[in-house]
């Protein structure tokens, strides 16, 4: 199975939840990629009906090693040198933009340079 998630459909919202389950008592993470959606889905203020895309795992770890293989593939295969991103609030914990940071960057703020 594939899932295409379009540019304009992704957001920053990401939320990693834990749960159990009823009938075993197993212990799964999720790691919640919410996307846009159009406010007909919601039925109310209390009503959250947010469209995501969701990696479940037995373990946070297998979770974590996924994220991290493909941000080493994406700095693979584009040479980018970001050594991390923070996201920008304003005023709400989902919104705003990121703030990217080169490694050169990181340790000096006084000359900024952009990514080569």
């Given at each position: 199975?594939?899932?295409?998630?379009?540019?304009?459909?992704?957001?920053?919202?990401?939320?990693?939840?834990?749960?159990?389950a009823?009938?075993?008592?197993a212990?799964?993470?999720?790691?919640?990629?919410?996307?846009?959606?159009?406010?007909?889905?919601?039925?109310?203020?209390?009503?959250d009906?947010?469209?995501?895309v969701?990696?479940?795992?037995?373990?946070?770890e297998?979770l974590?090693?996924?994220?991290?293989?493909a941000?080493?593939?994406?700095k693979?295969?584009?040479?980018?040198?970001?050594a991390?991103?923070?996201p920008?609030?304003?005023?709400?914990?989902?919104?705003?933009?990121?703030?990217?940071?080169?490694?050169?960057q990181?340790?000096?703020?006084?000359?900024?340079?952009?990514?080569?």
């Amino acid at each position: 199975m594939r899932i295409n998630v379009y540019n304009e459909e992704l957001t920053e919202r990401v939320e990693f939840r834990k749960k159990t389950a009823a009938n075993t008592g197993a212990e799964f993470y999720g790691l919640y990629f919410y996307l846009h959606s159009p406010e007909q889905l919601h039925h109310g203020a209390g009503d959250d009906d947010s469209s995501a895309v969701i990696l479940w795992s037995d373990t946070p770890e297998k979770l974590l090693r996924l994220l991290s293989k493909a941000a080493d593939e994406i700095k693979r295969r584009t040479k980018l040198k970001v050594a991390y991103c923070r996201p920008r609030n304003m005023g709400n914990e989902h919104a705003g933009s990121s703030t990217c940071k080169t490694p050169a960057q990181s340790s000096s703020q006084a000359n900024p340079r952009p990514p080569s």
